[in-house]
């Protein structure tokens, strides 16, 4: 079924010497503008992106955007005017950000993160930078504590960082529980923190509670026998460090660290860690 903003399937209804038209069922034929010199045949399906141009035709393109409406993504600013931004999201033509519609100052070359949508005059795709009104940041019991989930960091904040949980709903990523470096834009692995009283969306980089000890653990394990058993990464070195290397907080390799003394699998000093070859 053909929809404004979206990508679907549609059938070949027919061929002229210079257009070519798509059933659009209920939308009616719908004219292809093409980007190859090709010829389709008649019932043919064919992928493309349903849009409205600057001329309030209703066209379909094989080429196809990186986003359509009701998704989120992170697009380059190419372009500046009184009225707005302008996007690179696979089209010939740009996406536009009218100037409501933008957080801060937008720079030609920088990542946006952004909700695309259906212009409601005029049914065009535009696109908004105000996330959270159309994004929910309240766990309407789509997410689990400690659950593996995809972040796009979204904007950057006071706390930390706004981020997207796969693709639809807005947590806060705090900055004292980041240990490498964040840009907007950036696409992460992330998880679920506990929940709050107010319903709101915590998340994090590391994985939470005694699942992710054991695991940092083995890594630490595995980081010692690749290097003869010694490490100079201490339970004093710089955090930077440790994520670097073990990708976890200071606060968790630490105690991890803890863990595999009392097993006796390392010893401890000032300068190192050394592996107990015993074990």
């Not at 009225?83 to 937008?106: K, T």
């Not at 390799?253 to 699998?265: I, N, S, T, V």
């Amino acid at each position: 079924m053909a929809e404004p903003g979206q990508i679907c399937k549609l059938p070949v209804a027919r061929t002229g010497a210079r257009a070519v038209f798509l059933d659009g069922g209920e939308l009616g034929e719908i004219m292809l503008a093409q980007t190859v010199a090709k010829r389709w045949q008649v019932g043919e399906q064919l992928e493309v992106f349903v849009y409205v141009d600057e001329d309030d035709t209703l066209m379909a393109s094989t080429q196809l955007p990186d986003v359509v409406a009701g998704q989120v993504a992170s697009l380059e600013v190419v372009s500046l005017t009184n009225n707005g931004a302008f996007l690179d999201w696979g089209l010939r033509a740009d996406l536009f950000v009218p100037r409501s519609e933008q957080i801060g100052d937008m720079r030609i070359g920088s990542k946006c993160v952004v909700y695309a949508m259906l212009d409601e005059q005029s049914d065009r795709m535009i696109a908004t930078a105000r996330l959270y009104q159309h994004l929910p940041d309240e766990n309407d019991g789509s997410f689990e504590q400690h659950q593996a989930v995809t972040l796009l960091v979204s904007q950057q904040t006071d706390l930390g960082y706004k981020a997207v949980i796969d693709g639809t709903h807005l947590g806060v990523l705090y900055r004292n529980e980041i240990f490498t470096e964040v840009q907007v834009g950036d696409k992460l692995q992330g998880y679920i923190k506990a929940p709050r009283e107010d319903g709101k969306l915590d998340v994090a980089l590391q994985r939470p509670g005694k699942q992710k000890h054991s695991g940092v653990e083995a890594t630490i394990l595995e980081h010692l026998q690749a290097n003869n058993g010694e490490s100079s990464l201490t339970d004093k070195s710089a955090p930077q460090d440790i994520y670097r290397t073990f990708g976890v907080s200071k606060k968790a390799y630490k105690q991890a660290l803890g863990a595999l003394y009392r097993a006796r699998r390392i010893l401890i000093s000032k300068e190192k860690i050394i592996l107990v070859e015993n074990n």
